[in-house]
């Protein structure tokens, strides 16, 4: 009896050690998802404003050698070269930051708010939802959608002759908000109209490369995508398919769409968002694990690109100096600098320094469902990519406990290392350091703690059988290059990452 008690007292205390300290166990498979392009911000209004005298967030943001890493820049297509007659804003604007990204072999597109107001029903940019235009609605006139493209030409012609190729331009910039200020409307079979009849006049000989995006709704709505996925003209005009998530959580509104878009051979990118659910203060860490959480569901989600809203905002990668006005007060944050950057950059750093140019596996932990806030501050979550020689895992734990992590990979590993974020302070972000493994092996345990952001990158042993996975031919169709840096190349020469159309990734040699 005694030997009894003494057997169930010592296994009482073994559930309690795991009850303190929960363990899971990641198996990351060698299934090969999309191909990351890369991540960004948008240079648009707000507080990088004036553009042409104003690039300290993208000297300091953008490039490899930079502590961040973002390479792609989202820009503003005012309604015309000398601006608006109600707005101040022109082409120029983004011209000093555009040529340091591209300088820096970095993405850059165009989103146009408004066409040029002479082509739409209110006669103006503005989008008709104020008492001074009558509350009419602006939509672009249909005898004019013959003149869209070409409009967009001229913008394409004006960059180039000053130096910057732009990537690729999008239809509209939410296209499903009655606004106020800047902006256009279309019902989803409008711009099958649009694109269907009158898409071909973009000119892509005279700027080879270009591609076109569909417009990028305010939510994630998937009826806009189907229209233009389900016409045949249209899914061969459009490149890339893409839209903001507010009020949308990825995985519940990007995940359908990146499965039928993906397949095709297209991209697919999130390319407005901001998490300000509490713009009273500056980001705690807390909600700078939402943002961590929210870049890992859109990865999780299909999509292919990330690009947040403002560079240079309190709530953003850097700061301004500026008192903010909440709620009709005014609010200074001393820690606020100007173009500081701040934690929530670090945070993006995770991603756009390691993820960018890389193919995401498949993980055991992949059916992540979207969550609220309160949701998201109990719980894991992870992805996993390949980039080269490189095996790369992202690990969240936004509880209050520690959690032993028992990572299982897909080939054999001989080292690696660790980025650590787990606060806001200096000390507590990217912080790097040795993982300990002395021997190959397919397996790791780590101990993930409290309240953190962890990537963790283990080098493939070459030496390893395995190996010979990551060399296996992907399966035949259309296929589509990049560079190492997720940048599409029309010509691929060197070493670079072949996409094909089922979104399958390897690192080719093409001499």
């Not at 902006?183 to 009158?198: H, M, S």
Request: hydrophobic share 35%; proline share 5%.
């Amino acid at each position: 009896m005694k030997k009894i008690l003494f057997s169930l007292i010592v296994l009482l205390g073994v559930t309690a050690v795991y009850a303190g300290k929960p363990r899971t166990t990641l198996k990351v498979s060698s299934t090969k998802k999309q191909t990351i392009t890369g991540f960004g911000g948008a240079c648009c209004d707000g507080a990088m404003k004036p553009f042409a005298e104003d690039n300290a967030p993208v000297d300091k943001l953008y490039g490899a050698d930079s502590e961040i890493g973002l390479n792609i820049l989202r820009m503003e297509i005012s309604p015309s070269l000398t601006g608006d007659n109600w707005g101040d804003y022109d082409w120029n604007g983004s011209l000093p930051s555009a040529k340091i990204v591209k300088e820096r072999g970095g993405i850059v597109f165009g989103t146009p708010w408004s066409p040029p107001g002479d082509y739409k029903t209110n006669g103006t940019a503005q989008g008709g939802n104020s008492e001074s235009q009558g509350n009419k609605k602006g939509k672009l006139r249909e005898d004019c959608y013959e003149k869209f493209f070409p409009w967009l030409n001229k913008f394409l012609f004006w960059m180039h002759n000053r130096g910057v190729d732009v990537d690729a331009v999008s239809i509209q910039n939410e296209p499903d908000w009655w606004v106020s200020y800047s902006g256009c409307l279309y019902e989803p079979e409008e711009q099958v109209n649009l694109v269907k009849n009158y898409a071909h006049k973009l000119d892509r000989k005279k700027f080879k490369g270009v591609r076109l995006i569909s417009a990028e709704p305010l939510g994630y709505r998937k009826d806009y995508f189907d229209a233009l996925l389900n016409d045949e003209t249209c899914r061969e005009q459009v490149d890339i398919f893409a839209g903001h998530i507010y009020g949308h959580m990825p995985l519940q509104y990007i995940k359908p769409v990146a499965q039928t878009a993906l397949p095709l051979g297209k991209e697919v990118w999130m390319t407005e968002h901001s998490v300000t659910d509490n713009i009273d203060h500056m980001p705690n860490w807390n909600d700078n694990l939402i943002f961590a959480e929210e870049l890992n569901e859109c990865m999780l989600a299909g999509c292919t690109g990330y690009i947040y809203w403002y560079l240079r905002a309190h709530w953003a990668f850097c700061g301004t100096g500026l008192p903010w006005t909440y709620n009709e007060q005014e609010m200074n944050f001393p820690e606020n600098q100007k173009d500081e950057l701040l934690p929530r950059a670090f945070v993006m750093s995770h991603f756009s320094k390691n993820v960018t140019g890389s193919t995401r596996l498949k993980t055991s932990e992949d059916d992540t469902e979207g969550r609220t806030k309160e949701e998201i501050l109990a719980k894991h979550e992870y992805s996993a990519y390949q980039k080269g020689d490189s095996l790369i895992v992202m690990a969240i734990n936004a509880t209050e406990k520690a959690l032993d992590l028992m990572v299982t990979l897909p080939y054999n590993v001989k080292s690696g290392t660790l980025w650590l974020s787990t606060g806001n302070e200096a000390e507590n972000l990217c912080q790097k350091s040795d993982l300990p493994i002395t021997e190959s092996t397919d397996k790791y345990l780590y101990e993930m703690p409290a309240k953190s952001l962890s990537t963790l990158i283990f080098m493939v042993d070459k030496g390893s059988t395995a190996i010979e996975n990551i060399e296996k031919s992907v399966e035949d169709g259309p296929k589509t290059y990049y560079d190492l840096q997720g940048r599409r190349l029309e010509t691929p020469h060197g070493v670079c990452i072949e996409k094909s159309a089922n979104g399958h990734s390897r690192k080719i040699m093409i001499r």
